[in-house]
């Protein structure tokens, strides 16, 4: 007779991007993926020295907790924020308290807001989208990043690194990513040349904005009133102690 397992408790968690910008034979296409509750491995995963020193120590977190068959390579960057929040908040509560500018703020987790993303702008399915920079009249198409592509871009940026170590090219490699198309071209030596070159910084900074108020995420900032004045949008800081104050 077959060992019956223990079932773990789960709870199902609903994506920013309700699954419309997965293929349909994705398991995220569902808009929904379930995980179980933390036990003491996921514990010891988050005091494993070598995962906190290389900073995987989240995604080694939350692909432990996934109980849906999915690649979590796969996953929507927006998504995945939306996960650890859940995580945090299902396993730890909902306050958070972490220090400030020297001062102790705790904020109310359930409470974060996700973006308001616009299904409507998806078109066939594809993660795909059109924007036209205000000052250059360019237009460029564009994706939201990937777990996998945040991979890629650490990737490189440490072999960049390793050219020059003085160089901080994170913005425009994280560009050379998300752009798909330069005015029609969708080559890549098009679209590097187009970034390293010609992407005005006021373009660069109205198109980030642009990403930051429609792509499918939570809005992971607070706002602070604190003596030297009225602060909005300050972004909340996660770490592992995110997860496991005492860490």
Known sequence: MEEQRPKFPSEEVELPSRG?????????SSGK???????????????????????TVIDKLLQSLIVTKVNFADLLIGDKNAIM?????????????FEYKN???????????????????VKDGKN?????????????????????????????LKGLKKINKHANPELTTRLKFMVLSVDGSYEQKD?????????????????REHVSRTQPDVILEF?????????????????????????
């Open 191 to 207: 679209i590097r040349n187009f970034v390293d070159n010609y992407f005005l910084a006021v373009d660069s900074r109205a198109f």
């Open 85 to 97: 929040i859940a995580a945090r908040v299902l396993w730890y509560g909902k306050d958070y308290t």
């Open 20 to 28: 419309v910008l997965y293929p349909k034979d994705n398991p995220l």
């Open 128 to 156: 795909e989208f059109y924007f036209t920079l205000p000052k250059s009249g360019t237009e460029i198409s564009y994706k939201y990043l990937t777990h996998l592509d945040e991979i890629k871009i650490t990737k490189e």
């Open 33 to 55: 993926i379930e995980m179980k509750y933390m036990t003491a491995k996921e514990e010891d995963i988050l005091t494993n020295q070598n995962y906190i020193k290389n900073g």
């Open 223 to 247: 706002e602070h009133d604190g003596e030297d004045g009225f602060e909005e949008g300050v972004r909340i800081p996660i770490g592992v102690n995110f997860f496991w104050p005492d860490v």
């Open 103 to 121: 001062e102790e703020v705790t904020i109310d987790l359930s409470l974060l807001e996700p973006v308001n993303f616009d299904e409507e702008a």
